[in-house]
């Protein structure tokens, strides 16, 4: 098996466990990830691929979430834009 292999199948193992596992398996507290508008993978400004990547979706499941619920009376084009300026580009 090849090191790449092996490192996949590991993180792969690392992702399923639960934080109090995880300590003690690796030693180490797991790294969460941060809600940031990645540089690769943008169309309009990221705010989608970086709220994918931080929940575990692929960015085109919220896009494609975001654009049915436009069709929603609410406001939000205007959280898009919100969300624009507060998260912090990669």
Do not use: H
Not at 39 to 58: H, K, T
């Amino acid at each position: 098996m090849s090191e790449g292999a092996t490192l996949r199948r590991l993180t792969t193992e690392e992702d399923r466990l639960a934080p109090e596992q995880m300590e003690i398996v690796t030693g180490s507290r797991p790294r969460r990830k941060s809600l940031v508008r990645p540089r690769d993978n943008r169309w309009i400004a990221g705010v989608c691929s970086g709220l994918g990547y931080r929940f575990g979706l692929p960015p085109t499941v919220v896009r494609l979430l975001f654009v049915l619920s436009c069709l929603l009376p609410g406001p939000q084009v205007l959280v898009y834009i919100l969300l624009w300026i507060i998260m912090p580009g990669e």
